[in-house]
């Protein structure tokens, strides 16, 4: 199955983007929590600025933004439909081991994130 919002498709809107998909699991000995702001949409934030462990990253989308905020590479871009969708409200889980490679952009300006790093 999957979904299409805003232009982009496999937005994560809780529905299943695959039947066969499974859960990550995993168990952490660390949590670290943060926030973050999209200034200005079309000009990404980095998680954090210096090289951080992780083996995981929990983002944030928090119901009080409009729309959308996308998570990926230093190249994400809300409009270039490049990179991960996020609804306002959703939770987003990446198994990555730093995490300064995660950079999030947003549909509008000022958009906020928060964020758990787990290690």
Same mark, same amino acid.
């Given at each position: 199955?999957?979904?299409?919002?805003?232009?982009?498709?496999?937005?994560?809107?809780? @529905?299943?983007?695959?039947?066969?998909? %499974?859960?990550?699991?995993?168990?952490?000995? #660390?949590?670290?929590?943060? &926030? *973050?702001?999209?200034? !200005?949409?079309?000009?990404? /934030?980095?998680?954090?600025? &210096?090289? !951080?462990?992780? %083996?995981?990253?929990d983002?944030?989308n928090?119901?009080?933004?409009?729309?959308?905020i996308?998570?990926?590479?230093? #190249?994400?871009?809300?409009?270039?439909?490049?990179?991960?969708?996020?609804?306002? *409200?959703?939770?987003?889980?990446? @198994?990555?081991?730093?995490?300064?490679?995660?950079? /999030?952009?947003? %549909?509008?300006?000022?958009?906020?994130?928060?964020? #758990?790093?787990?290690?």
């Amino acid at each position: 199955m999957t979904t299409f919002i805003n232009g982009f498709p496999n937005a994560l809107t809780g @529905q299943p983007i695959d039947e066969n998909s %499974k859960p990550i699991t995993g168990t952490y000995k #660390n949590i670290s929590s943060g &926030t *973050g702001t999209v200034t !200005t949409s079309g000009t990404p /934030v980095q998680i954090t600025a &210096t090289s !951080t462990e992780a %083996k995981a990253i929990d983002i944030i989308n928090p119901t009080s933004n409009a729309d959308v905020i996308v998570i990926g590479g230093s #190249n994400v871009s809300y409009a270039s439909n490049i990179g991960i969708p996020i609804e306002p *409200g959703f939770t987003y889980r990446i @198994q990555i081991t730093d995490a300064s490679k995660v950079w /999030v952009d947003a %549909k509008g300006n000022g958009y906020i994130f928060s964020y #758990n790093l787990l290690w």
